[in-house]
């Protein structure tokens, strides 16, 4: 038996293999989307390991499977992080990367992403993962049910309502990230 090969099974490394090859890249994706940057390649390298070790357990298509992995292993590296403090980082490190606006539409795209944000993170973690793994991931509801360990009709009640969270905080702006810069507007004016 090799050693790379759970029971010698060669047919189920090369299946791995194959998965593995097509399937990093997305998985490293989603991960970069829910945790530092920085830590999403070795997330990545762990969820392949936990895929590898569980090979003979998938059920389905391999990505959706990958994902629920990868969905757990970001839940893990954020209780670790400290994940609310990291997203006001990070948004923090989008508006100092930002060069200082000579146009308002630039300062409006800026605006608007951190508005986006915000609305985002107004949402549960849950509410949140579920918008997230269809409308950025491209799942479709069924795949992403299953990522989520939850059946397709509660998980599609879960979208709706999150869709319509979403909608209320960016139209009633009840959403604010705090920003602990002065803005980019008030920059302009004083000079």
């Given amino acids: 038996m090799s050693e790379r090969e759970p029971g010698g099974d060669l047919d189920g490394w090369d299946a791995f293999e194959k998965v593995y090859r097509e399937s990093y890249r ?14 999403a390649e070795d997330a ?21 499977w990958l994902y629920g992995i990868a969905r757990k292993v970001a839940a893990n590296h954020r209780r670790a992080d400290g994940r609310a403090e990291q997203l006001i980082l990070r948004v923090e490190e989008a ?27 107004s949402l ?9 793994l269809v409308s ?7 795949d992403a049910a ?12 879960q979208l709706h309502r999150a869709r319509k969270k979403v ?3 960016l139209s009633s702006n009840e ?9 980019m507007v008030a920059r302009e004016m004083s000079r």
Avoid: C, Y
């Avoid at 100092?96 to 985002?120: G, K, Q, T």
């Avoid at 549960?124 to 997230?132: G, P, T, V």
């Fill in 44 to 64: 990545a390298a762990e969820v392949f390991t936990i895929a590898w070790r569980r090979w003979s357990d998938r059920r389905g298509e391999a990505l959706p």
């Fill in 175 to 183: 959403v604010a990230v705090p920003v602990r810069k002065q803005s």
């Fill in 136 to 142: 950025w991931d491209g799942l479709d509801a069924a």
């Fill in 26 to 39: 997305p998985v490293q994706r989603f991960l970069m989307r829910r945790m530092r940057p920085e830590a």
């Fill in 95 to 121: 508006v100092d990367r930002s060069a200082p606006a000579r146009h308002a539409s630039a300062e409006e795209a800026v605006l608007a992403r951190v508005d986006a944000l915000a609305a985002l993170n």
């Fill in 167 to 169: 909608e209320r905080a």
């Fill in 124 to 132: 549960s973690d849950s509410d949140r993962e579920a918008l997230l």
């Fill in 146 to 157: 299953r990522v989520m360990g939850r059946g397709r009709a509660a998980f599609a009640v």
